[in-house]
């Protein structure tokens, strides 16, 4: 479970990484909840979260959005806001946040790609998401039937991105390993997050 976590913990960084972008005067501060407040999130039940889920998706169909992707990160910041976020975000602010989101991912990904040479295998990638199968949370199983589709399809199509990013920060920290000369996880991801937002504020 602890891997599991962590997965959704990569995709949440991005979050912190787009907040650290230099001479965005469109920067959106965003607070989240409480540790206390998220504690009482992490003991919801399906039923709980099924709502929630239902709620994010009833909210998404007021942005007008034609390509799939960009939906999918509305979404996912909608999620983000309801279940995280102590602030209301405007319409606007949710369009503008997800696609900061999806451009963060893209460059973290075109980094570990480009620059550390980490190759992609869609067969060793469908065993990583393999690996997870057997964890079903109240959270995930809600999200697939709020969707309308199975937790297979949930892990293997709608959510493949996040699972490759952790697939991805597995072949890379060895990389970032040598490189840095640590093997504190949390330390390189520090680092790594820092060449994300060099590059993005380039």
């Known amino acids: 479970m602890k891997v599991l976590v962590s997965i959704f913990l990569l995709s949440f960084s991005l979050v912190s990484i787009t907040g650290c972008q230099k001479n965005s005067p469109d920067q959106i501060t965003v607070k989240l909840k409480s540790k206390k407040e998220q504690e009482y999130l992490a003991n919801y039940s399906y039923s709980q979260y099924k709502k929630a889920y239902d709620e994010v998706l009833s909210e998404a169909q007021n942005f007008k959005v034609h390509d799939d992707s960009q939906k999918k990160w509305i ?3 909608l999620v983000q806001e309801k279940l995280y976020n102590k602030t ?5 602010q949710v369009v503008q ?3 900061q989101e999806e451009h963060t991912y893209k460059i973290w990904k075109a980094i570990a790609l480009d620059k550390y040479h980490v190759h992609i295998e869609n067969e060793k990638l469908d065993r990583y998401i393999n690996k997870f199968e057997k964890y079903s949370p109240p959270s995930k199983a809600a999200f697939a039937d709020s969707l309308g589709i199975t937790q297979k399809e949930l892990d293997h199509k709608y959510d493949r991105d996040m699972f490759e990013q952790g697939y991805i920060w597995s072949l890379l920290r060895t990389k970032l390993e040598k ?8 330390k390189l991801k520090k680092v790594y997050e820092k060449e994300v937002a060099d590059a993005i504020g380039g």
Do not use: F, M, P
């Open 75 to 77: 979404i996912r910041t």
């Open 88 to 92: 209301d975000l405007s319409k606007k």
């Open 97 to 99: 946040l997800s696609k």
């Open 179 to 186: 490189k840095y000369r640590t093997a504190d996880e949390g």
